[in-house]
T-cell receptor, first 111, second 112 residues
Framework: QKEVEQDPGPLSVPEGAIVSLNCTYS??????FMWYRQYSRKGPELLMY????GNKEDGRFTAQVDKSSKYISLFIRDSQPSDSATYLC???????????FGAGTTVTVRA | DAGITQSPRHKVTETGTPVTLRCHQT?????MYWYRQDPGHGLRLIHY???????DKGEVSDGYSVSRSKTEDFLLTLESATSSQTSVYFC???????????FGPGTRLTVL
């Protein structure tokens, strides 16, 4: 079993829909939770960062962390064609040098 | 790209030749990482560095070596390239361990 599980999709939604992405994990020591967006043939770019549990909102993006369920989510409201990308979750704990990444979910927003 | 450059951006080489990829940062971050990204495998950590001359192996380190003689530069060497090392290679940097990483633009390597 992988340390971080993420449904690879693909996910296709119409413009304006809410996109819901999620990851589950097994390591209860994880404290840092991130979402990255990766456009085709580009490097991953940091989208959202959350420390420990709770919600964080940034414009159309909301990240949620539920440590009791070992589950994190990313919601994209009013999705746009420019949101079409692969979204990767990542997490880490302060006792390790590395992050654990999900496999990424490919999202297409249809105009 | 948070002050990270990778060179070359594209490279085609032949099996058995050595290849060196360079990652250069202007952020003065302590931690640097090399990943490869392949369809169906996601991002896989090759090697990482936690300071000048301090490096360690990741999950797919066989056939790769690294060096870091300066804070700003992290080199990845394929000692004798094989076709299985055809991939996209990303460098990442981080100020604190296991925390937010910032990625470079990637190097697309093809080994024929």
């Amino acid at each position: 079993q992988k340390e971080v599980e993420q449904d690879p999709g693909p996910l296709s939604v119409p413009e304006g829909a809410i996109v819901s992405l999620n990851c589950t994990y097994s390591n209860s020591a994880f404290q840092y939770f991130m979402w990255y967006r990766q456009y085709s043939r580009k490097g991953p770019e940091l989208l959202m960062y959350t420390y420990s549990s709770g919600n964080k909102e940034d414009g159309r993006f909301t990240a949620q962390v539920d440590k009791s369920s070992k589950y994190i989510s990313l919601f994209i409201r009013d999705s746009q064609p420019s949101d079409s990308a692969t979204y990767l979750c990542a997490m880490g704990d302060s006792n390790d040098y590395k992050l654990s990444f999900g496999a990424g979910t490919t999202v297409t927003v249809r105009a | 790209d948070a002050g990270i450059t990778q060179s070359p951006r594209h490279k085609v080489t032949e099996t058995g030749t050595p290849v060196t990829l360079r990652c250069h940062q202007t952020e003065n971050h302590r931690y640097m990482y090399w990943y490869r990204q392949d369809p169906g495998h996601g991002l896989r950590l090759i090697h990482y560095s936690y300071g000048v001359k301090d490096t360690d192996k990741g999950e797919v380190s066989d056939g790769y070596s690294v060096s870091r003689s300066k804070t700003e530069d992290f080199l990845l060497t394929l000692e004798s390239a094989t076709s299985s090392q055809t991939s996209v290679y990303f460098c990442a940097i981080s100020r604190d361990r296991a925390n937010t990483q910032y990625f470079g633009p990637g190097t697309r390597l093809t080994v024929l």
